[in-house]
């Protein structure tokens, strides 16, 4: 009951401006994000695709947020340093974590990890989506995915697939393969995919499911030759190389990057960066850059990437059980 002698008029406006308090604090702080440069941290060394790919976006997000964007580079154990760094980092939206499909296949890859990669990042925005390249030496004497599966069946075990580590993307796409096709192919892991790029030219290995940034120009100079793109429709850099999917139905994999947070960072922040996020992808210029290298926008909601990462590490799950990798 209210006071007799405090007004209900006047109890009720109070009542209503302290429910809205909590609101108009939220949009305060909205507003006043952010008053300081923002760090993004990443977990390979510079001068990777990765690297490549964000640096095509940084300066026009950070143009649109009014701050520098200042990246650090955390290498190591396939990114899980930077993602224990961001994930114990305060909160407040000045520390994000730029994750890349690794993250989704770390989750199953290593066994005792000190966090919960689903549980404890709030995803803010992808930013782009990019296949792999089926690729092959061209000494090998397939020019189709179905004659490269008839040649393998042919020579089980005779043929040497690189990648870039044991469970980096290259080499888990790789695996799915074998998985959905049954070949006996020879994984041969390498410290990074720089070298098995350059054994795959020199015709040390034979096949390799590489980045399409990385592989794409010795692709069209004729050093390499694709059999398919990983992802299930073809791509605009290459549109004369199908999909692996045309061949091997339900075949579907490909490389992703974008931002996440400290789970607990407010909503009002996660959105805000969203939004430039989004923005910044809708530049024609930013987006003709990246479908130079064969990327794909990723433009939406927190909980578009989140559902994203969620779907990827269910299906590399399986995949590493299949397959037994372990880690370097």
Not at 142 to 158: C, H, M, Q
Not at 249 to 273: H, M, N, Y
Not at 276 to 303: C, F, H, Q, W, Y
Request: aromatic letters at 8%.
């Amino acid at each position: 009951m209210t006071n007799p002698k405090f007004p209900r008029r006047q109890f009720l406006h109070l009542a209503a401006g302290a429910v809205a308090l909590p609101v108009m604090l939220q949009i305060a702080r909205a507003q006043a994000y952010p008053a300081r440069p923002v760090r993004v941290v990443v977990g390979f060394a510079a001068g990777g695709t990765s690297g490549l790919i964000f640096r095509i976006v940084d300066q026009w997000f950070s143009e649109r947020l009014g701050q520098p964007i200042v990246i650090e580079n955390k290498p190591g154990a396939a990114g899980n340093i930077a993602t224990q760094t961001v994930i114990a980092a305060p909160p407040d939206g000045y520390t994000l974590l730029f994750v890349p499909t690794a993250s989704a296949i770390n989750a199953t890859l290593y066994e005792r990890l000190p966090f919960n990669f689903l549980r404890d990042v709030a995803p803010v925005a992808g930013l782009v989506q990019m296949p792999n390249l089926m690729t092959v030496h061209p000494s090998v004497p397939a020019t189709t995915v179905a004659e490269f599966i008839a040649y393998a069946k042919a020579n089980p075990g005779r043929i040497s697939m690189g990648s870039g580590g044991n469970g980096s993307p290259a080499h888990v796409i790789g695996e799915h393969f074998k998985m959905m096709t049954g070949v006996n192919l020879v994984h041969v892991p390498y410290r990074g995919g720089a070298p098995a790029l350059t054994d795959l030219i020199g015709g040390q290995i034979q096949v390799a499911f590489i980045d399409m940034a990385a592989s794409i120009e010795y692709i069209r100079t004729s050093k390499l030759r694709a059999l398919a793109v990983t992802t299930a429709t073809r791509s605009e850099a290459l549109p004369d190389v199908p999909a692996i999917g045309d061949f091997v139905p339900g075949f579907e994999a490909s490389q992703w990057v974008g931002l996440c947070a400290p789970k607990t960072t407010p909503t009002e922040i996660v959105d805000r960066l969203n939004k430039e996020v989004n923005a910044a992808l809708a530049d024609p210029k930013i987006k003709a850059r990246l479908a130079d290298l064969g990327g794909t926008v990723l433009p939406g909601s927190p909980a578009h990437f989140g559902k994203l990462i969620a779907d990827d590490t269910a299906k590399w799950s399986k995949v590493i059980r299949f397959s037994g990798a372990m880690p370097d």
